[in-house]
């Protein structure tokens, strides 16, 4: 029986738009993440595969889900993933969240607004940092933050690829409507610029995009732990400078990712701007403080 890790694409953690367990991460919080990214890349690359026949890929996500809960052993990622949980103490609901939503890859190629696409981001982004958050021992509270952030990296993802999702896997995630709206039609998706309706259909979702990333803005500072604290300060950074060019772009022709030199300055700006709400947070407590307290 081959083993699911032999379908993968060739990308890693390395290859993502945004930071995966970077070094800000604490050492002892790594290898569980990493274990999570390669099972959800693992599901990924296979709910994406070219050859893989609809009925194929859902077994070996049922398979994977087996995996997960012991049912078997035949995949080294899930088996990892199973051990990683255990040593944490921590269950497998996210990572079957991430399954339902490549399992609806497999099965569902359209979406019908906005609200169906955030339904498919609850299962496809949202547990992703849920996840994180719990590896650290953070409190539910930060989870409505972390749900927009997820979302809005997964909006940016489908906006920064709808050209190829849509030509090498007829999956639309554009919403129908937004597209009616606009007077775009989803054939204009696969032109090699994209048409004035279809341009401005793609830059009202990234508006739309950077205003669901206002909710998530408070999210950095609501973490407890400092160094996933300056993680997600980095990522919300680096969401906020891709919508804004995705609102002055054409993703069908023009480059929409972030440079070397882009992300190590939205890196720096990042830490430097958790460090100094840190900062002020800690002297505006210790003002209120009594004298002599």
Known sequence: MMDASALRSGKGYRDENFPVASFLIHPRHREPILAFYNFVRTADDIADHATLAPAEKLALLDRLDGGLTGANDDDVVA?????????RGLLPKHAQDLLTAFRLDVTKLRYRDWDDLMSYCAFSAMPVGRFVCDVHGESRAVWPANDAL????????????????????????????????????????????????????????????????????????????????????????????????????????????????????????????????????????????????
């Open 79 to 87: 088996v990892r993933l199973r051990q990683a949980l255990n040593a």
């Open 150 to 293: 997820c979302a809005a990296l997964q909006v940016i993802n489908h906006l920064q690829d709808c050209k190829q999702d849509y030509l090498n896997l007829n999956r639309v995630y554009i919403p129908q409507d937004a597209l009616g709206e606009s007077g775009a039609n989803i054939e204009a998706l696969g032109e090699a610029r994209a048409s004035p309706p279809l341009r401005d259909c793609l830059h009202q979702l990234a508006a739309r995009t950077e205003a669901l990333l206002t909710e998530s803005d408070g999210f950095a500072a609501a973490i407890a732990d400092w160094r996933l604290s300056l993680e997600v300060s980095v990522i919300n950074t680096l969401a906020h400078r891709l919508t804004r060019i995705l609102r002055r772009r054409d993703p069908l022709c023009e480059k929409l990712h972030l440079g070397p030199a882009g992300i190590a300055s939205a890196t720096a700006f990042g830490i430097l701007h958790s460090v100094s709400q840190r900062i002020g947070r800690r002297l505006a407590a210790n003002a209120q403080k009594p004298r002599g307290a």
